[in-house]
């Protein structure tokens, strides 16, 4: 158990609906990442928050967005889904102090999207 | 922009044998460099990192990395492997400006 919780588990939904996906980061860690993992593009960095701001931004599409919370929970909004954007949601966070990468980024077991 | 290619798709090994997994990055420059294992059914554990000073990194489960500059490379090892090591792998690079890539990842299965 790597101490970051995301909810749900596993989310079924229709083509051109909105998801919201949660993510709980470890006590104490300040940054928190999000990551896509589907069959074909692997696993791509979305978005990393730190401290309730953006901090950097990767492969995330304009339909989506995510924000972090005052007390440092996360939520990676999908809308307009498409078939395509099935894949499993990570998010991962880590302590973070500088804002760089050196800290160890703790893992949680993902969402499994499926649009149908 | 930065890219990370894994050597190979899928390694089929027996107990005890050797293992090295090739990673290699695109571009030159600071890079920070990390292997993550996926065990199945589990989330992405941290294996090892490299960000500076003695480029031959070892890390958790008896697992080595040697970062070689000159060849954009960053090959993981185990000198034996158990059947436990059986995950997919994945090599990532941070550099900044490009933020996190990973490499498409190995799937390793291991023979008892």
Redesign the interface.
């Known amino acids: 158990d790597?101490g970051?919780t995301q909810t749900p588990k596993h989310l079924i939904t229709a083509t051109g609906q909105r998801v919201t996906l949660r993510c709980s980061p470890r006590s104490g860690d300040l940054s928190v990442?999000w990551?896509q993992q589907s069959l074909d593009q692997?696993?791509?960095?979305l978005i990393?928050y730190y401290n309730g701001e953006e901090r950097?931004?990767?492969n995330i599409l304009e339909r989506f967005s995510a924000q972090q919370f005052p007390d440092l929970h996360s939520e990676l909004n999908l809308s307009s889904l498409e078939l395509g954007d099935s894949a499993l949601y990570?998010c991962?966070s880590s302590v973070d102090p500088a804002g760089g990468?050196?800290e160890?980024?703790?893992?949680?077991?993902?969402t499994r999207l499926l649009v149908l | 922009a930065q890219s990370v290619s894994q050597h190979n798709h899928h390694v089929i090994l027996s107990e005890a044998a050797s293992l090295e997994l090739g990673c290699n990055y695109s571009y030159g420059g600071t890079v920070n460099l990390f292997w993550y294992v996926q065990y199945p059914g589990q989330h992405l554990q941290l294996l090892l990192k490299y960000f500076s000073g003695d480029p031959l990194v070892k890390g958790i489960k008896g697992f080595e990395a040697e970062f070689i500059k000159s060849k954009f490379s960053f090959n993981l090892r185990k000198p034996s492997v158990q059947w436990s090591d059986t995950a997919e792998y994945f090599c990532a690079v941070f550099q900044y400006g490009q933020n996190f890539v990973f490499g498409p990842g190995t799937r390793l299965s291991v023979l008892p």
């Open positions: 790597s970051v990442y990551y692997g696993l791509q960095f990393q950097a931004k990767g990570f991962a990468p050196q160890t980024q703790y893992f949680g077991p993902g």
